[in-house]
Nanobody, 124 residues
């Protein structure tokens, strides 16, 4: 089972950009369908974006479409979430997650491995 570690969170202002990284260990990430979830204050954890094992299929939630990009770098065994034009509503703890099925599931129960989370705070 792969172990995941996120990094890149922080405090930014509205309109800023941030890139989250998720590095895998113990296995190669291209054996997994990967996803980013987030959990805002007082909210349930929600799906943000997912990418298939071969990188050919990407799913992004409508609320971040056009602002967030998910991509993977197999040479670095890493997954990324590029976030542009951040708003207060994007403040959350962001988690990367992995599962072995080929489908990109948008609910967390399908994911078997999780990182510890990276906090993103958008504040003016």
């Amino acid at each position: 089972q792969v172990q995941l570690r996120e990094s890149g969170g922080g405090l930014v202002q509205p309109g800023d950009s941030l890139r989250l990284s998720c590095v895998g260990s113990g296995d190669t990430l291209d054996s997994y369908t990967m996803a980013w979830f987030r959990q805002g204050p007082g909210k349930e954890r929600e799906f943000v974006a997912g990418i298939s094992r071969d990188g050919a299929t990407i799913s992004i939630v409508d609320s971040v479409k056009g602002r967030f990009t998910i991509y993977a770098d197999s040479a670095k065994n890493a997954l990324y979430l590029q976030m542009n034009n951040l708003g207060h509503e994007d403040s959350a703890v962001y988690y990367c997650a992995a599962q072995r099925a080929s489908n990109i599931y948008v609910t967390e129960e399908f994911y078997e491995s999780w990182g510890q989370g990276a906090r993103v705070t958008v504040s003016s």
